[in-house]
Nanobody, 126 residues
Framework: VQLQASGGGSVQAGESLRLSCETSGQFSSRFAMGWFRQAPGKEREFVAAIKWSYGTTRYANAVKGRFEIARHDGKDLLTLQMNSLKPEDTAIYYC????????????????????WGQGTLVTVSS
């Protein structure tokens, strides 16, 4: 499985960005996909995730109401619509792929994910 994230950039506070993550390669199952971010000097943190078959979503409190995660089956595409961006949203954003839920159906912890994209940088200035 290969993940290609794109859509990052530099914006002003209050503006919007839409991140995309394309999945390629062969796989037998996909339980969930998620977005994580890592700001300079900080640990990687959960942003949002979606259970692929059910469409169930989870969001970090810091982004709830401003970000929206979506799956696009026909294009095998994961997106993250980010509105009302704040300087504290500045980070490298990574998309991730969780193959199955054999051992856990958790979609928040980064250790649950099997594959990761290369990251795309989002910079929000005040």
């Amino acid at each position: 499985v290969q993940l290609q994230a794109s859509g990052g950039g530099s914006v002003q506070a209050g503006e919007s960005l839409r991140l995309s993550c394309e999945t390629s390669g062969q796989f037998s199952s996909r339980f969930a996909m998620g977005w994580f971010r890592q700001a300079p000097g900080k640990e990687r943190e959960f942003v949002a995730a979606i259970k692929w078959s059910y469409g169930t979503t989870r969001y970090a409190n810091a982004v709830k109401g401003r970000f929206e995660i979506a799956r696009h089956d026909g294009k095998d595409l994961l997106t993250l619509q980010m509105n009302s961006l704040k300087p504290e949203d500045t980070a490298i954003y990574y998309c991730a792929f969780k193959s199955n839920s054999y051992y856990s159906d958790d979609i928040v912890r980064s250790t649950e994910y099997d594959y990761w994209g290369q990251g795309t940088l989002v910079t929000v200035s005040s």
